[in-house]
């Protein structure tokens, strides 16, 4: 694997976006600032109650940043005493393109989703996009059926489409003056990752894969699978630790191991793996140990077992 990558936390600020993007020149807009609306087939509103129901190609530009909203039909609601937006549904063909500052980088970046529906409901403190869900960041792009986030609790999941498993593939190094977008043709730094579901903990800064987990390092040509892995991050969105739980199997092109647990530590670019562990370079030398420890990069070769843990060795003799 590598030495870091920037975290996939931030896709669920999208969803913050998108609650926002649909606000109707709400007080907090800067000075001069203003959100267009227009539909090309009809729009209903009820001040009454606060409802505003666009249909036919609908679209919300946000003027200081540039971010948009296109869909086939879109439905808000409004507090009657705040006017903050309680509830908002877009649904069909949905299209957002969010403009952000990114706050380490001090650089503008545009992330954008492609979906059948987003939702936010203020009520239940929810935020979704459902239906053939992609979203292309400068640092990632994900494939899945939903993208659940609690606004209350910070968690969220993100599932899979039906036969296929949630695809999230992301650079683990990106240059911090990079400004091109996110492009699956240049695998330099490229990690593929898939699982059956992901989970986020925002206040632990952690995502959790589950089922069927598999991670591709294109740089090392390294894949490991297992049944579980948790992704710890710093305050800055970078990868600082992988676990991998659950028959653990690691492959590079000069050596092969197995494992009950695998601890990928990112600062020290070591692997430790645990349990049942076992370790075979190409043509050479096989390792049986409960505990084994190895740097990531199978050209520097460092092969250890744990203090006073027993090791068994064999080595090909020509």
Not at 127 to 133: I, P, R, T, Y
Not at 201 to 217: A, E, H, S, Y
Not at 233 to 261: C, H, T, W
């Amino acid at each position: 694997m590598g030495d870091k990558l920037k975290s996939l936390i931030p896709l669920f600020r999208i969803l913050l976006c998108f609650t926002g993007a649909v606000q109707f020149c709400h007080t907090t807009l800067l000075a001069n600032d203003f959100i267009s609306i227009s539909s090309s087939d009809s729009a209903v509103l009820n001040k009454s109650k606060g409802t505003a129901l666009l249909n036919g190609n609908v679209e919300i530009v946000h003027k200081s940043t540039g971010s948009t909203l296109i869909t086939d039909e879109l439905f808000l609601i409004r507090e009657k005493d705040s006017g903050d937006l309680a509830y908002a549904k877009a649904k069909g063909s949905v299209k957002m393109d969010l403009n952000s500052l990114d706050e380490y980088e001090q650089l503008e970046r545009t992330t954008h989703v492609i979906c059948d529906q987003a939702l936010y409901d203020k009520i239940k403190a929810v935020a979704e996009l459902k239906g053939n869900v992609e979203v292309i960041s400068h640092d990632y792009k994900i494939n899945a059926d939903i993208v659940y986030y609690d606004l209350e609790k910070e968690t969220g999941r993100i599932t899979e489409i039906p036969g296929k498993k949630v695809r999230m593939v992301f650079y683990k190094n990106r240059p911090q003056a990079e400004t091109k977008a996110f492009d699956l043709t240049d695998t330099q730094g490229l990690v593929d990752g898939q699982a059956i579901e992901i989970k986020l903990n925002k206040k632990l800064n952690k995502l959790i894969f589950q089922g069927d987990v598999r991670f591709f390092d294109h740089d090392e040509k390294a894949l490991f699978t297992s049944k579980k892995a948790d992704l710890f991050f710093n305050n800055k969105d970078e990868l600082e630790k992988i676990i991998a739980y659950g028959n653990v199997i690691l492959s590079q092109p000069q050596r092969n191991s197995a494992s009950d647990r695998a601890d990928f530590d990112y600062l020290t670019e070591i692997v430790t793996l645990t349990g049942n562990a076992r370790l075979k370079e190409v043509d050479q030398l096989e390792v049986f140990s409960s505990v084994i420890r190895l740097h990531m990069d199978e050209t520097k070769g460092m092969v250890e077992s744990g203090v006073h843990v027993p090791v068994k060795m064999k080595a090909k003799v020509d």
